[in-house]
Structure formats: C-alpha cells, structure tokens
C-alpha cells in the first residue's frame, strides 16, 4: 500500500546569483512500513527533497513544482493551516542537529507534551502518560526521572532520542529523518538506528532515511534511491544497490568505500570519480553525470536519460546501466 | 635490533583546565590520560576513538600545538614534549599536521600558491624563485594542476582544499605526519581520492603517519597498525589485521560491532552489540577501567583496577582489560555474566 | 534549510579559469551597488571629500571680510548667504569641510594604527597582560567618546592638531576592543595552527593571518569612527576647544550663528546641515559595506 507517492517534483530556489536547480525531477513511492533511503553526496539535492515534502523550505524565493500524495490525498492543495495539521500528526521530521531543534528553555517533557496536545486532545495528566511512553519507546532509561530534563542536561545521542520521541509522539505514517546519525558516534549511532528498525516493525511506519552513508542503508534500509545531480539514477531495493549496483555514479560511490576495498582483498587503492559535481544552476537535456562517466557515448549528451526498469524493482537512468567492470 | 623509532610517546598526560581563574567551579578534563604510542618509519599508525576519547589532543601534543601535561614526546629520539615554541620551531621540519575541516584550515587571504610556500618562507629554505618551483611541484605531486597556484582557497571544492593542506604539510619533507580525521568532511568520492593520494604520496616519500580518524572503515584501509583510544587511555593496540581478526577489548569489540558495513549480507545476519549509556564526561574521574560503566562483562575488578595495557596473548597485540587472558583470550561480550556495567541489547537484525 | 548555501557553494567549485578575486570584488561591489541607501551614502562621502578637496580652490577666500554684505540671505552671488562679518558662507562651509575631513581622517588613522596594534597583540597573548590591559580599556570606555575628547583636548589646548590628538586618543579604546575581539575569535581557526605548524613567528602569524582576516572588520569601524569624529570635531571647535577663529569650521560657524538665529538662521541651518549629511553618508556608507563585506548577513 501507497502512502506517500511523490512525482515530478522540482525544486527552484532564486538568489541573487541566479537560479539554483536544487531538485529537478524526483518521483518515487513509499509504502507502508518502508525505509527509503535517499541517499547522496552533498549538494545531490536530498535534504532539499526531504524538506519539501512536509513544505518546511519556508522561503519565498523558492518554487516547488509536482506533487506529492499523502493516501492519496494532493498536499500541494493545502493551505499553510491545513498543512500545519498535517506536519508533526500524519509526517513529521527528525534532524542531523539535535541540539538546535530542541528549545534549550524548556524540559523535554513539556515539548514532547505540547506535540501531543497540539494535535490529540488529550489531559494534561494523559499527554504526561504518553510522554513517557513515548522515552520508553526510544530507549530513555528512567523515563519518567528525565521528563524534567533540559536539553542540555542530554548528551547528543539522548537528545536524538527526544527529538525521534517528539516525531513520533503523534504516530506519524510517515517518518523523514535527514542525517539522524551523522553527527553522533558510532555506538549511539547503532542505537539510534535500531529505533527506527522498531518503529518500523511495531507501529508500521513508514521512514525517509535521508543519508550519505551507505553502511547506514546495509543496515536499515529496505529500498534506496541514488542522487546525482537533483535527480534520482537509480532507485532500487537495498540488496540490489550492493549486489547489482547498475548505474555508474551507484558503481563509483560503493568503489569508493574503504571498507569494501578492504572486504574485496585489501586492494590499496579506491576507486575515485574523476571531475566534479555540475554547478546547479543549469539544467540541461543530458546526462550530468557523463563528463565523469567511464561509459558515456554521445548518446549520454544528446538527451538525458530516463529512469527505466532493468530488473523487477529496479530503475537506473542511464544509456549504458548494468555491472561490469567500470575501467 | 630495533630501528629507531621515529615517534615516541610514553605516559602522555594533557589535562585541561576548565572554569573560572576566580574561584567558582573549577574542573580538570583528563583529555589525554597516559598514553603510550610507537610510529615506525614508514608506518601508519591509525589512531581510532569515539568523540571524547581525546585522541585529536594526542595528535596536538604530538605536533606541539599545546604543551602535555607530563610525560614524554620523542620525536626521532629528541624528546619535544617542553620545549618552547621558539625552541621547537627547528623541529617543524620533520612533523606537519593536516586538518580535519578543508574550510578553515587555510588562511582565506593566502592563494594556494602562497599557502604551500608557507613553510619553505618560515624555515628559510632557498629563494622566492626555488620556493615557488618547490611549491608548485609539491602541488603536481598532490594531484593539483598548475594553474590552481594562483587562486585562493573558497575558490576551490573541499578535496581540493584538502589537497593543499596536504602538499602544504608534506613540502618540507616531514618524517611524521599528523592527520586529524582528514577526509571526515568530504564526500566518499573525495574522501576515496584524498586516501588514494596519502597512501601514493607515503609510497612515495616515506613518512611516517599518526591518522586519527572516529572511521573505522577508514582506519581499517589505510593502517598499518591501529591504536583504540576511550577516553583518554589506550585500550588496545596492534596490527591492523590482527585487530580486525581478533578484537580482544571488549571496547574494540562492541565498536567494531556497531560500525555500519556497506554489505546488507553481512551487517544483517550477524548479532550486533549496542552499548548502553554513553560516553562518560572526561571532567569526572574515573577509578578502574575507563570503559567499565557500559562494559557488558565488567566484573568487580574492573571498577577498582586499572588494568594495563599489556600484550596477554601476544607481544604485538596489547589490550588494557583484566578479562582477556593467555589461555582463552578475548572474552565473548554477547554473553554477559554477572554484569556490573551496563546491559546491552543484543539485536539480531534478520 | 542547509541546502541553500550548499548549493550556492557548489556553483563555485566547478567554475575554473580566471582571476576570481576580481570576481570575489565585483561580486562585493554588486552587494553594495544593489543597497539604494549604501550608494546614497557613498554619493554624500564622495561628494564631500570633494567639496574639502576642491571647494576652497574654487571658491572666494572664506576669510574675506565685506562689511558691505553683512548677515545677507543666500543669494545668486552668495549662495549661501553672508555671515555677521559678511563673509561668504558657502566657502566657509567648504573650508570647514576640509578641517572635518583632516580631523576625521587623521585622527581616525591614529586610533586604528595603535588600536590595531595594540588589540591584536593582546588579543593574541592574552594572558596577565591582557587582563590588567583590558580593565584599563574598560575605563576608559567607561567615559563617552566627547566627554573624554573634551577632557584631554582642555588638557592640549585648543588647535588643530590637538583636536586631531585628543580625538584619536579618545577612539583608541574602542578599537582596541574590536581589534582584540578579532584577534581572539582568528586565532581559534584552525589555519593559525597550520601557520604554528609551520613553524611562523608570531610577529608573523600576526601580520600575516589575523590582520587581513580582521580587515573587513576594521574597514567597517573605520566608517564609523570617522563621522564620530567629524561630530567631535564639531563639538569641540564649538566649545571652543578646537580650532580657533578666523578659522573656519563647522562648529565655530554654529557658534557665531547662535547670536543671530532671529534675524539669520540660515547662519547655524546650513553648517547643521553639512553635518547631519556627512555623518549619514558615512554610517549609511559603513552599513552597506558591512552588508556586502560580509555574505553571511546576506539574506
């Protein structure tokens, strides 16, 4: 089942230098219960994806084009007040920052109550209840004790929890997550992931993992869309992306990773994507990727190239897909 | 017969001082709290930590970019750990440091030309004219084209940057260097070619490296060796395959477990270790072992001694924990017994 | 959110080819020339140093006594008007310019070369030095700029080069302030500890990495310390304290004006006049340089 379905969607900012294509045509679906990954170096267009879903790009230079269906329901129709209803009940986000999105004035359990009472109508003494349920949920020891904490009594791992209990506090059926882990350690950062693993089996929802990290998506992910350029190449499940990687950016990014070079016989060398990311204040009909592609032909140029199946559950946009040494 | 060391340090100890100089609370942050370190020639040295563990002020002790508290810096058999600044500016010829943020660890008013002539102009070395040809070969060598010379660093991407940081630590021809988490900012793609160039550059000069680095994937590439710092100690040191082979600590275990590998095969049959709690604050002290709080397996011991780090099953593979012994060495931390630590969740993610 | 800058950096890394800190400048002068009050205020600043500059060249002499044309309204051959001795205001005004103009440059370059050098060396070492230094500064901030100008300028005596000393002095504690505010928050970054690494002198690491990161700083301070101390010029000739009749300057035309406010007050109007527009242009001028100097403020 279908709960979120986002197509065509294209992200313009204006500034004073020009325009800035941030996103340029992104569609893809998410189901119940799924982790997407979007995954991406930086200036690939994800946060700005994850961003525009819930309309949190609040700025006036910007300009959002498609859709995005939320049950099948058109978002893009909302008013500002009817969207505010629907950020934080039926999709909420969670940050890389911790510390800047929690209020360091309040305890972390009046925000996570105010959250709930914003959209349930619900006691204080019930909101309080939940509450606590809710630091039980992410694995806050001793919930009921931490409820009068600041947000600087936490550590950054704690209060990645709180955040992920204030996301979460209205069940949301859909759960963006941008970098949720990039800024902690790795032992937290495992515990952290195994939140969204139970709260994907437990209460079915559905979560955008926004991340650079490809170890992150072997772990959690269920399916994985690659960006390049504000455009996804490849979209896949996440065995595929490791197993069957078929785009040559896809092939790049995992031959650039120094574990699997070790993995693959020590070999003491990575592989490196020649030349650099395009600028993004064009959008032209090709490739972006072919000036650094080992595979482009003049066809790559000529007009670009569209996601197209070439496997069940498996698209890549690109003339030359498919594994294969890549020289 | 030994070959001299060209990195030495033994019991090193940087406390810090935080708090006001009037009265109010005042507390020391044990940073670094007695570390032994060997760097060979030609060696690199991956030193891997958690944030707090403090081994980025180990790499600014070893560089004298502050003074140690005590202890002994032996830098090609000199000890520098107290000399002045004045006195150590000589000793800049044979270690260098790279940084981990490409975006301000270059002077933005400098071209890059003049970044990497930098050092040639402080230590006197030839003329403008020689300065300028050494730089420019230096930058050749980093995989830079020539006409990046004259251009200043905002204009350039963070593997660029990172590059000239590079040339700029290696243009003096250094016997060490010390690389602060230098591609933890950059994407994979560059991080990928700014490893490739230290590993071809290392090949090809020789220097030895202190890599600090909280990536275990990276430190597991490019190591010759790998020290594990937790808070401010040592908890196991030895060679790179070793470590991997047989994590003894139950420190380096539980983080080896937690690290997220690109392989979905692999990562999600194996049972993972999450460690419960977190770092402890540096400014409190600690008695016994440094990890006993969020140890699975600690026993009573562990709270009162401080174990050593000594080579228990082998002289190369040194481990600082009570529980690995001669005969049945690293113990199973899946399988707490009479836990004084913290309670994992062991997660079988399949 | 994050990807705004993100991007906008990204246009910059694949761009090769030419000279880009000429492009780094006319992107700060498209800044500035897109804010309509900042090129307001720079059209006032040049046009006065202008009128300093070439004004008393053109103009009859400002000294010229006519008692055939006393207290006259402005008129075709005086535009401004004559004052009490019949002198023609307009030159006046101009060589009055001239005075502020030297009082707010000369004493504004003193304050920033001793302001300068003294912050970014306390700033540097901090330390005991920087303590006891800083309570010193402390005290001296604790006074208003005028009220200390004032004092030291009756200490002096009243003349020019007095009211330059005593306004410089007076200004020095605030760039020192700023001076050594810089020199702190430059020296965290991390390429002053690649230039330790490097093994550069202090001297050097001074010169070389904190002052032409902390330039834009003192530029701006420079915009607003000079229209401070025209003003104190002002204040100062004024009360007598500076310079001294015949004279002209802006201050002592105020003065004499006071006498005939019933029957001239085009006399004060006009030297007031000369003043609020030369302060506005140069804050108007300081605040748009600090707007283009500066792209994080942007947006």
């Given at each position: 089942m279908r709960v979120l379905d986002v197509s065509h969607l294209r992200v313009e900012f204006g500034t004073e230098d020009g325009r800035i294509f941030a996103v340029k045509d992104v569609s893809f679906t998410l189901g119940r219960g799924e982790i997407l990954a979007l995954v991406g170096e930086s200036g690939c267009g994800k946060s700005t994806v994850a961003m525009s879903i819930p309309r949190l790009l609040g700025d006036s230079n910007v300009t959002i084009g498609g859709s995005v269906r939320l049950n099948?329901?058109?978002?893009?129709?909302l008013n500002e007040k009817e969207m505010q209803a629907v950020r934080g009940k039926d999709i909420s986000v969670v940050f890389q920052e911790p510390m800047t999105s929690l209020n360091p004035a309040y305890t972390i359990g009046n925000q996570i109550a105010e959250v709930i009472r914003q959209h349930q109508k619900l006691s204080r003494q019930a909101a309080k209840a939940r509450a606590i349920e809710l630091l039980e949920l992410v694995g806050i020891p001793d919930a009921a004790r931490r409820l009068g904490a600041f947000p600087h009594e936490l550590s950054g791992g704690m209060r990645q929890r709180v955040m992920i209990a204030i996301a979460v506090a209205c069940d949301p059926q859909v759960l963006i997550a941008d970098e949720p882990t990039t800024a902690l350690d790795?032992?937290?950062?495992?515990?952290i992931l195994d939140i969204f693993r139970r709260l994907r089996d437990t209460l079915g929802t559905s979560i955008i993992l926004i991340t650079h990290d490809l170890g992150v998506v072997a772990d959690i992910a269920d399916r994985v869309a690659i960006m390049y350029a504000g455009r996804i190449v490849e979209l896949c499940s996440a065995q595929d992306v490791f197993s069957l990687p078929s785009h040559p950016y896809t092939r790049?990014?995992?031959?650039?990773?120094?574990?699997r070079a070790v993995m693959q016989g020590g070999r003491r060398r990575l592989t490196d994507i020649p030349g650099f990311v395009p600028p993004p204040t064009t959008d032209p009909d090709e490739c972006q990727f072919a000036p650094r592609c080992p595979r482009a032909t003049a066809e790559c140029i000529i007009r670009r190239p569209a996601l197209e199946l070439v496997a069940a559950e498996h698209e890549v946009a690109c003339y030359h897909p498919g594994p294969g040494d890549t020289p | 017969m030994t070959e001299q060391p060209v990195l030495e340090v033994t019991g090193l100890v940087k406390h810090y001082q935080t708090g006001s100089r009037l009265g109010g609370a005042r507390s020391v942050v044990r940073a670094v709290d007695g570390v032994d370190l060997t760097i060979g020639r030609g060696e690199i040295l991956g030193l891997v930590g958690e944030s707090g563990s403090g081994k980025s002020t180990v790499g600014k002790c070893v560089s004298r970019l502050t003074t140690p508290t005590s202890g002994t810096v032996k830098l090609l058999g000199r000890d520098i750990s107290t000399l002045t600044r004045g006195q150590m500016r000589p000793f800049r010829n044979d270690v260098h440091v790279v940084f981990q943020d490409p975006f301000s660890s270059l002077n933005p008013r400098m071209t890059v030309g003049q970044i990497v002539m930098e050092p040639l102009r402080q230590h006197g070395h030839g003329n403008r004219r020689e300065r300028i040809g050494t730089a420019a070969e230096m930058l050749e060598r980093t995989g830079l084209s020539h006409d990046i010379r004259s251009r200043y660093p905002h204009e350039l991407s963070g593997g660029q940057r990172q590059r000239v940081a590079l040339a700029r630590a290696l243009v003096l021809g250094p016997s060490l260097v010390v690389a602060d988490e230098p591609v933890s900012a950059l994407d994979v793609s560059v991080q990928a070619s700014i490893l490739n160039v230290i590993l071809d550059l290392q090949a090809d000069m020789g220097f030895s490296c202190l890599f600090i680095t909280h990536d275990l994937s990276v430190v597991e590439f490019i190591s010759d060796r790998i020290a594990v710092m937790y808070l401010g100690k040592i908890m196991e040191t030895t060679t790179r395959g070793e470590l991997f082979r047989d994590p003894q600590h139950p420190y380096t275990q539980s983080?080896?477990?937690a690290a997220p590998v690109a392989d979905p095969a692999g990562v999600r049959n194996r049972d993972r270790i999450i460690l419960s709690g977190d770092l402890p604050s540096p400014s409190e002290p600690v008695t016994g072992c440094p990890f006993h709080s969020r140890c699975p397996i600690a026993i009573e011991k562990c709270v009162t001694d401080v174990p050593p780090l000594a080579g228990i099953t082998a002289p190369d593979h040194l481990t600082a924990c009570h529980l690995v012994t001669a005969e049945s060495g690293a113990p199973d931390i899946s399988a707490p017994i009479n836990s004084m630590g913290g309670t994992p969740s062991v997660h079988n993610a399949s | 959110m994050t990807s705004v800058p993100k991007t906008t950096n990204l246009s910059t890394f694949g761009a090769t080819?030419?000279?880009?800190?000429?492009?780094?400048?006319r992107r700060v002068m498209r800044r500035f020339l897109k804010r309509p009050l900042a090129v307001i205020g720079l059209v006032l600043v040049v046009a006065f140093i202008l009128v300093a500059v070439f004004g008393p060249l053109l103009l009859p002499d400002p000294n010229k006594q006519d008692f055939a044309t006393l207290l006259q309204p402005p008129s075709l051959a005086h535009l401004l008007g004559t004052d009490d001795l019949g002198r023609d205001v307009l030159s006046r005004i101009a060589s009055g310019a001239r005075v502020s103009l030297l009082a707010g440059v000369l004493s504004t370059t003193i304050a920033m070369v001793i302001g300068i050098t003294l912050g970014l060396i306390t700033g540097f070492y901090r330390g005991w030095f920087d303590v006891v230094f800083m309570r010193i500064i402390d005290v001296m901030l604790a006074f208003p700029f005028l009220i200390?100008?004032?004092?030291?300028?009756?200490?002096l005596g009243a003349s020019l080069t007095n009211v330059i000393i005593a306004l410089g002095v007076s200004q020095i504690p605030e760039v020192v302030r700023i001076a050594r505010g810089e020199a702190m928050a430059i020296r965290e970054q991390e390429f002053v500890s690649g230039a330790v690494a490097d093994g550069a002198r202090d001297f050097t690491i001074m010169a070389r990495y904190i002052a032409p990161n902390a330039a834009s700083?003192?530029?701006?301070?420079?915009?607003?310390a000079i229209p401070g101390a025209i003003i104190g010029e002002a204040t100062l000739s004024f009360l007598g304290l500076g310079v001294q009749p015949p004279m002209a300057s802006w201050g002592i035309m105020l003065t004499s004006a006071q006498q005939f406010l019933a029957q001239a007050p085009y006399l004060a109007l006009f030297p007031g006049i000369a003043i609020a527009l030369t302060t506005l242009g140069f804050n108007l001028l300081g605040d748009g340089l600090r707007d283009a100097l500066d792209p994080k403020e942007k947006r």
């Open positions: 099948g329901a058109d978002l893009s129709s790795v032992t937290i950062q495992a515990g790049g990014l995992l031959g650039a990773l120094p574990a | 983080l080896l477990s | 080819g030419s000279r880009k800190s000429q492009a780094q400048w200390f100008a004032v004092g030291l300028a009756a200490i700083a003192f530029i701006v301070q420079a915009t607003v």
